[in-house]
T-cell receptor, first 116, second 112 residues
């Protein structure tokens, strides 16, 4: 069990640039979640996938954000035309879904984005 | 989905003292509740979760939490704090889609 991995771990970009993050979940986990954590706050839900289907998106996810999970394995989160307010830690989590709301989500180490 | 409120953004205890981190939830449906811990420069880790099987839930590293419906609370406790317990702790609510709703977190400091 290698855990959830995220790349890159840190990203510094200039305002207006596009960035893409990758998340590799624990193998055989069919659910994958993206959260965002700003300084001093708890993580906030952005979106989640079951296999390759994106089933829910938060209102936090503006049109500049897009997430994919093309083969039901790894996922990418792209932010277009970054703004300083996008600076945050982006967290990925995965779970094996048994249909139980208490299925454990396993979190990756996160990607810290800084927009200058 | 649940909403959760954590009382106290910073808690400081002496090594060996009782740890008590407070969390209250609000919901009109059966709650799904968790405590997660975030150690410095590490990812979030599940401490324990309430599954309705028992009101007293035991987790890792000696932590436990008691679900009290009458008080809508799910406070986290540990009888004796250790220096390695210094971290940020999140009370978390869940919903039918497994979307997690995090509290604002409590930063625990342990003094020698």
């Amino acid at each position: 069990d290698t855990g959830v991995s995220q790349n890159p771990r840190h990203k510094i970009t200039k305002r207006g640039q596009n960035v893409t993050f990758r998340c590799d979940p624990i193998s055989e986990h069919n659910r994958l979640y993206w959260y965002r954590q700003t300084l001093g706050q708890g993580p906030e839900f952005l979106t989640y996938f079951q296999n390759e289907a994106q089933l829910e998106k938060s209102r936090l996810l503006s049109d500049r954000f897009s997430a994919e999970r093309p083969k039901g394995s790894f996922s990418t989160l792209e932010i277009q035309r970054t703004e300083q307010g996008d600076s945050a830690m982006y967290l990925c989590a995965s779970s094996r879904t048994s249909g139980n709301p208490t299925d454990t989500q396993y979190f990756g180490p996160g990607t810290r984005l800084t927009v200058l | 989905a649940q909403s959760v409120t954590q009382l106290g953004s910073h808690v400081s205890v002496s090594e060996g003292a009782l740890v008590l981190l407070r969390c209250n939830y609000s919901s009109s449906v059966p709650p799904y509740l968790f405590w997660y811990v975030q150690y410095p420069n590490q990812g979030l880790q599940l401490l324990l979760k309430y599954t309705s099987a028992a009101t007293l839930v035991k987790g890792i590293n000696g932590f436990e939490a008691e679900f009290k419906k009458s008080e809508t609370s799910f406070h986290l406790t540990k009888p004796s704090a250790h220096m390695s317990d210094a971290a940020e702790y999140f009370c978390v609510g869940g919903g039918a889609t497994n979307k997690l709703i995090f509290g604002t977190g409590t930063l625990l400091a342990v003094q020698p």
